[in-house]
């Protein structure tokens, strides 16, 4: 499979706890995003890197939320100390390209689901 | 503001007819607009996108459709099929051309 690989799936912890995220996106795209989703909603932006560079944060990302991406590959958003309304789908997509983003579409992986109790 | 919108939350047809789910966005400055399908328990699949300097698209049973006039996007799928159940969004791209804006989604029902 040559798509964008999220790892865990899903994750249930308890409120307060860290949990961490890992994003491998599509072999060679410099670009990677990551998104969340909630129910009943589309995806809504948290932040963009351009090989390693964070090049962009939604103001949606609190500062418990950190993501990485430290060799321009793969990937990992970190929340910290989490809270109930963290409980949410969280994407990871990723393109090719250069300049605006609209030379190469964005591709999604299927999400890590956070359960928070 | 940067919003996108569907008409309509649910839409139901049956298994050989054509479908046609609108999206409406509010960005004049938007140059580039993009359909993705979202099954249960995945994430978004890209179908098919249309940059500004287009009215139309067509794709393989689908088509886009652009009016920036109204500021209207449609896509049509033609034949739909089972398979084709599923979420589908359309998205523009933020101000700054970094990020894409999803609109609610409309969910396609295709009934036998």
């Known amino acids: 499979d040559t798509g964008v690989s999220q790892d865990p799936r899903h994750k249930i912890t308890k409120r307060g706890q860290n949990v961490t995220f890992r994003c491998d996106p599509i072999?060679?795209?410099?670009?990677l995003y990551w998104y969340r989703q909630t129910l009943g909603q589309g995806p809504e932006f948290l932040t963009y890197?351009?090989?390693?560079?964070?090049?962009?944060k939604s103001r949606l990302l609190s500062d418990r939320f950190s993501a990485e991406r430290p060799k321009g590959s793969f990937s990992t958003l970190e929340i910290q100390r989490t809270e109930q309304g963290d409980s949410a789908m969280y994407l990871c997509?990723?393109?090719?390209?250069?300049?605006?983003?609209?030379?190469?579409?964005?591709?999604f992986g299927d999400g890590t689901r956070l359960s928070i109790l | 503001g940067e919003s996108v919108g569907l008409h309509l939350p649910t839409l139901s047809v049956q298994e050989g007819d054509n479908s046609i789910i609108n999206c409406a966005y509010s960005?004049?400055?938007?140059?580039?607009f993009i359909w993705y399908k979202q099954e249960s328990g995945k994430g978004p699949q890209f179908i098919i996108d249309?940059?500004?300097?287009?009215d139309k698209r067509q794709g393989q049973r689908v088509t886009v459709l652009l009016n920036k006039t109204v500021k209207h996007l449609s896509l049509q799928i033609a034949a739909t099929q089972p398979g084709d159940s599923a979420v589908y969004f359309c998205?523009?791209?933020?101000?700054?051309?970094?990020?894409?804006?999803f609109g609610k989604g409309t969910t396609l029902s295709v009934s036998s």
């Open positions: 997509a990723s393109s090719l390209g250069t300049g605006d983003i609209s030379n190469q579409p964005q591709h």
């Open positions: 072999s060679e795209h410099n670009r």
């Open positions: 890197f351009q090989n390693e560079a964070q090049l962009e």
């Open positions: 960005n004049s400055a938007s140059d580039y």
């Open positions: 249309i940059r500004s300097n287009m």
């Open positions: 998205a523009d791209v933020n101000q700054a051309g970094t990020a894409l804006i």
